[in-house]
């Protein structure tokens, strides 16, 4: 990192102190004169008929100003709502799982609103609830929604014959022979591994809230983690031109996915426009788990062959993704791209269903449907390293895929640090030495991300004194203003107390995708970068033009711009961009950048963990854990093994705890009391071991970092267990219990 005097350092957070003082703006701190309170009437059944809805008393109740239904919603005039995805939907005929909202209230009071929602009558007719995928997928099973049609939703295809289905998306990909790739092999293993819903366990609960203007445009504050996204959204809700909303973005107190989708903001915006009143919402922690979208769970189904020399011939696997009560998002179409990627298989076949059933639709959680697959695949591989007696970190070295490899989707793999990451891994896990304990096991495990790429627009400010006022339209979820900042810095020469992140509106803003998939960094940094060069360039000429020299002789260093090392031909920053202002200026100097179609850098995560096992009450002691990941080049190593430990720790999670728990397709665990997540004393310290190989597409080499290290941790706490107990458990939580029952299943045989 010699050659950078700011990107690779190890910088605190921009946005540390507003946060630890409480000055930080949330949704929730948001306070209006005039302000109304809006709640919901949640639907208590899973699968019902809507017989009536009688809302005449709730708007009688003084101090009521709206009620709002199925029927009030302009955009399902225009539009099915099985379109408005990402939504709070309003159940119109019939509702799909329980906590769906049947209509929404604003009073002058929450108390109001609340003995309002109390007051709205419904009549319902229950239907039997379809509550396991493999049922919902058969042809016999009746269809939840008599409209939707796999991979076309509201529209059926118009070339061929369609029956409406529970299946939501369906995706297949084939290459090779895959029988005759079974026919080489020595051995063959087929299992089926099962994981349940997760929460993405963020500390804030929905807010909102939604205003009116005098001119009618309608302006929301609320954590989106895209506000550009989420003002086509709520137009679209409101049927009104995208010019007519205005978000205005807060800070996020967690997202991980979750906050794409919109619990609240087109509610409460709605709301808004009835009364003429700003409206506030916000979710009960209650309310959060039972209906604001976990991560899918999922049935997955996979064979692979080998060799006895432990080279893949041939590999097939089925992803049953069970989307719930609504055709929220696809996880199928991650599968394409993060499915058995990182390892070289000639013959092979992936297949994977978003499938509907009456359970709480789910949304996008970190590396989303990946860790699920991967759950079942680096479990695989573990298994078979234990019939062919193989050190399980040289069977994966020896599979790995390389550089120009095809990938199952078809593209052609770009420069990727899969080897190095390896074996880096094996080198830490050599120097540590093998465990001693009867009762502690070591597991292993890949995470593999191909990572997202969309579009940003950046500009850059070059102000009077020197310093630089970026303006951005990102969310920033995970740290992304400081890395950012540090970019801006190393590209002017200038230090970090220089630079300015401004996150603008959707009215002041360049346009940002959401800040998901790992791409912000990857992505947006790109956008900064052009910005900076536009800038940089206009400095150049003005500075070229006083010294009557060559433009691109210019450098920048301390806050100058240096003429081919010469310091008699040097000037200010700052006193360029006071001359461009001044009567005799061409104008200030603004940079703009953007940028789209950006190949993505996929990155790999060696996982290794060491747990204890208590036999006598199963509960599990995780040691140790290290993730060795290649991040191309760190821009800020401090946030880069923030983001790898706080993965880990949702994956140990995921691993030995958490999962929704239903009844008939309700949720039990609602409160975090029953919804166990780890705490500091269920996480070891985790090494985070920083591999930087760069990538051929991001600016210093940069990659997709946030992703790939949840991905591996499922897997690799499944084979830490197994290697301590000798049970290997296939289904998600491993709770204390089912390493007992595991136990005395192994003691009969």
């Not at 993405?200 to 954590?223: C, N, R």
């Not at 010294?547 to 711009?561: I, P, Q």
């Amino acid at each position: 990192m010699a050659k950078y005097s700011v990107v690779g350092k190890r910088v605190p957070r921009i946005d540390a102190l507003n946060k630890v003082t409480g000055t930080a703006v949330y949704s929730g701190d948001v306070i209006l004169p005039d302000m109304l309170y809006g709640k919901v009437l949640r639907n208590p059944h899973t699968h019902a008929i809507i017989q009536r809805l009688d809302v005449t008393k709730a708007q009688a109740l003084e101090g009521v100003k709206a009620v709002i239904t199925a029927s009030d919603v302009p955009g399902y005039q225009s539009r099915s709502p099985l379109l408005l995805a990402e939504m709070p939907h309003l159940a119109q005929e019939k509702v799909t799982y329980a906590g769906q909202p049947v209509a929404v209230v604003a009073a002058t009071s929450i108390e109001i609103a609340e003995k309002a929602v109390d007051l709205i009558e419904v009549e319902y007719e229950e239907l039997p609830p379809i509550l396991d995928v493999l049922e919902s997928m058969k042809p016999e099973t009746p269809p939840i929604y008599p409209d939707l049609y796999t991979n076309f939703i509201a529209s059926p295809p118009s070339d061929e014959d369609s029956t409406p289905s529970n299946i939501a998306y369906h995706m297949v990909i084939n290459r090779g022979d895959l029988e005759a790739g079974f026919k080489e092999a020595d051995l063959i293993l087929e299992n089926t591994f099962r994981t349940q819903p997760v929460h993405h366990g963020y500390l804030e609960p929905f807010a909102a809230v939604a205003s009116v203007d005098m001119g009618g445009k309608v302006i929301v504050w609320t954590q989106s983690q895209g506000v550009f996204t989420a003002r086509q959204m709520i137009a679209a809700f409101l049927d009104l031109p995208a010019s007519r909303v205005n978000l205005v973005p807060v800070e996020i107190g967690g997202a991980f996915g979750g906050k794409s989708f919109l619990a609240l903001a087109p509610l409460c915006a709605l709301l808004a426009l009835k009364t003429g009143r700003p409206v506030r919402m916000e979710m009960s922690r209650d309310e959060v788990i039972k209906a604001a979208r976990p991560a899918p769970g999922s049935v997955t189904t996979i064979k692979m062959g080998v060799t006895k020399e432990g080279y893949i011939t041939a590999a097939s696997i089925s992803l049953i993704y069970d989307a719930g009560g609504f055709p929220e998002m696809s996880h199928t179409m991650f599968a394409r791209g993060n499915t058995l990627s990182h390892y070289k298989i000639p013959n092979l076949k992936i297949e994977a269903f978003d499938v509907l059933t009456n359970k709480v639709p789910v949304t996008y959680y970190r590396a989303p449907g990946t860790p699920q697959n991967h759950f079942a695949v680096e479990s695989q591989m573990d298994l078979i390293a234990r019939v062919l007696d193989m050190d399980p970190l040289q069977l994966r070295i020896q599979n790995i895929a390389v550089e120009g490899d095809t990938a199952p989707s078809g593209e052609i793999l770009p420069k990727v640090g899969y080897k190095e990451t390896l074996e880096r891994m094996a080198e830490y896990l050599k120097e540590k030495g093998s465990l001693q304990g009867d009762d502690q096991g070591r597991g292993v495990a890949c995470g593999f991300w191909h990572g997202a790429t969309v579009t940003f627009g950046a500009y850059v400010h070059i102000n009077i004194d020197g310093s630089v006022t970026l303006v951005v339209g990102v969310t920033d979820v995970s740290g992304s203003r400081t890395s950012i900042a540090q970019i801006v810095a190393e590209e002017f020469g200038i230090p970090m107390e220089s630079v300015s992140v401004v996150v603008g509106d959707t009215d002041t803003a360049p346009w940002a995708s959401p800040s998901v998939g790992s791409q912000t960094i990857y992505s947006l940094s790109q956008a900064v970068y052009r910005a900076c060069q536009d800038a940089k360039e206009q400095l150049r000429h003005l500075a070229a033009a006083r010294f009557e020299v060559e433009a691109s002789g210019f450098e920048f260093a301390n806050g100058r711009l240096i003429f081919q090392g010469d310091a008699e031909k040097s000037i200010a920053i700052g006193s360029l961009a006071r001359y461009s202002i001044s009567f005799r200026g061409a104008g200030p100097v603004v940079g703009r950048g953007s940028i789209g179609g950006l190949p993505p850098a996929p990155s790999v995560a060696v996982h290794a963990a060491d747990v204890e096992i208590d036999k006598e009450t199963g509960k599990v002691k995780v040691l140790s854990y290290a993730v060795a990941q290649d991040v191309g080049l760190a821009v800020n190593p401090l946030s880069v093994e923030g983001q790898i430990q706080g993965a880990v720790t949702q994956g140990i999670g995921w691993a030995l705890m958490e999962g929704y728990q239903f009844d008939q397709g309700k949720v039990q665990n609602d409160t975090l009391l029953d919804y166990r997540m780890p705490t500091a004393t269920d996480v070891p310290m985790i090494d985070a071991l920083l591999v930087e190989v760069g990538s051929d597409s991001g600016i210093y080499g940069i990659r997709h970092v946030g992703e790939p290290p949840i991905v591996g941790a499922l897997a690799a706490i499944a084979n830490a267990i197994q290697s301590a107990t000798g049970v290997r458990i296939k289904e998600l939580p491993m709770t204390p219990e089912a390493i007992l029952n595991g136990l005395k299943e192994q003691n009969k045989s």
